[in-house]
């Protein structure tokens, strides 16, 4: 028992090792290929012959206001509270956040702090077509 209680730490620590080095290597290569690209899908087919290149660069969103903060800065906007936010156990910001005009977003400026989030690749084929 000793000898695999020994190969699995091993196994688990070099497993550690590898999420670690490819969760590295994918913000290095999506950074790179999508620099300055919005949140949201983006797409490179120019790489590998025959593959397209995924990447989703991700933004997090955090409220650091009150609900009635925020409740406040949705009726002094015009903005429905439900379309932007629902309540949880803390209040998250959903995804027609990003539909709405720079102009709006910046009533939440002191409400509403972004953050890059983990992005995601993929190589997938390319579709013929």
Known sequence: MQKKLTQWHHAK??????KKAEAALRKEIVAELFA???PGTHYR???????????VVKMNRTVKGSVAQIK???????????????????VNVKTAWEKLPARQQAAFVDLIVETPGMPTLDVVEAKEG
Not at 78 to 90: M, Q, T, V, W
């Open 72 to 90: 406040e800065v949705c009726a002094r906007t015009g903005i429905a509270y439900d379309l932007l936010f629902s309540d949880s156990e803390k």
């Open 45 to 55: 087919d120019d790489l590998l012959p025959g593959f397209r290149v995924r990447g």
């Open 36 to 38: 300055n690209a919005p």
């Open 13 to 18: 620590t070099a497993l550690d090792n590898a």
